[in-house]
């Protein structure tokens, strides 16, 4: 009788444990030495977007602040009173009204004949209607459309009659329509520079354009949300805004809190407003502050 012996290849069940066994070890000595390289990553591409989202607001307030007209940008609280200084956490806004665009007048100081030109009246109601000199010919348009408001030398609150922001009739703000040709030529829809007491008009012979939908800006930073507000009133100007988040989150991550002080005359004509902008990642407790200060231009 022939006798056949066969071998089975494999592993055994002991063997399959220690394969398991050792890989579980080296899988366990190689997360010891690349988590905390991994932590540390993650960690840098926080700080790197909370640092990003946070300079990114404080360029689009510096770009706003650097266009606001002369003599409009303070603080208001809670309340919408005007305040100084704006505490970390507390509720506060910076408004202003932001200008779009200016130009110069004529005006009869210039030497021009009002006989024949359209000269602005700072004595006359009737008279709307004045040329804008310095643009050549059609093809050279200012940057001025219908509805949009014109102001004259504005001094700001507490200096009535000129103060746009102002609610009574004697005021330096009015709507206006534009009309083509050489030059171009503004019409009023009321001319309350003739309505002034006493009547005020630019030394330079300026105005500054203010655009129909923008209006006053106001930056509000509360419940952990910066938000820019545009198209408020002039007069109560916590109404008729349009909100949109700038930084933070109300309902996630990050949130942004400010501390902001504002000097309107720190040098003679020149205001310095001051924002820091802190954006805390809260599960993590990650969070980046910026400073920044601002030039504001309140030569009228």
Avoid: W
Wanted: proline share 5%; aromatic share 8%.
């Amino acid at each position: 009788m022939t006798h056949r012996h066969y071998s089975s290849a494999g592993f055994t069940l002991i063997e399959m444990i220690m394969v398991i066994v050792i890989t579980g070890i080296l899988a366990g000595m190689v997360a010891v030495f690349i988590t905390k390289p991994v932590e540390g990553y993650v960690d840098s591409v926080r700080r790197a977007e909370l640092t990003d989202a946070a300079d990114v607001a404080l360029r689009r307030i510096t770009r706003d602040v650097r266009l606001a007209l002369p003599n409009s940008l303070r603080l208001k609280d809670a309340a919408n009173n005007t305040v100084a200084t704006c505490a970390a956490g507390a509720e506060c806004y910076v408004e202003f009204i932001i200008t779009k665009s200016g130009g110069r007048y004529r005006d009869p100081t210039d030497g021009s004949n009002c006989a024949t030109a359209k000269c602005i009246s700072f004595t006359d109601t009737s008279t709307k209607t004045f040329d804008i000199l310095g643009k050549s010919s059609p093809d050279d348009p200012p940057n001025i459309a219908n509805g949009d408001f014109i102001v004259i030398y504005n001094l700001g609150p507490g200096y009535a009659p000129a103060d746009a922001y102002s609610a009574t009739a004697q005021k330096n703000i009015t709507t206006v329509t534009v009309a083509a040709g050489t030059p171009y030529t503004v019409t009023m829809g009321t001319n309350v520079f003739a309505s002034q007491i006493p009547p005020l008009s630019s030394p330079s012979a300026r105005f500054q354009v203010v655009g129909a939908a923008e209006k006053v800006v106001r930056y509000g930073c509360t419940g952990g949300v910066l938000t820019r507000y545009s198209g408020c009133d002039f007069v109560n100007t916590e109404t008729g805004c349009t909100g949109a988040a700038l930084a933070g989150s109300a309902a996630a991550e990050p949130k942004a809190s400010c501390t902001i002080e504002y000097q309107p005359n720190a040098t003679g004509r020149n205001g310095l407003i001051y924002i820091q902008l802190k954006l805390t990642d809260t599960p993590s407790g990650e969070s980046v502050t910026l400073f920044q200060q601002i030039h504001v231009d309140n030569s009228p």
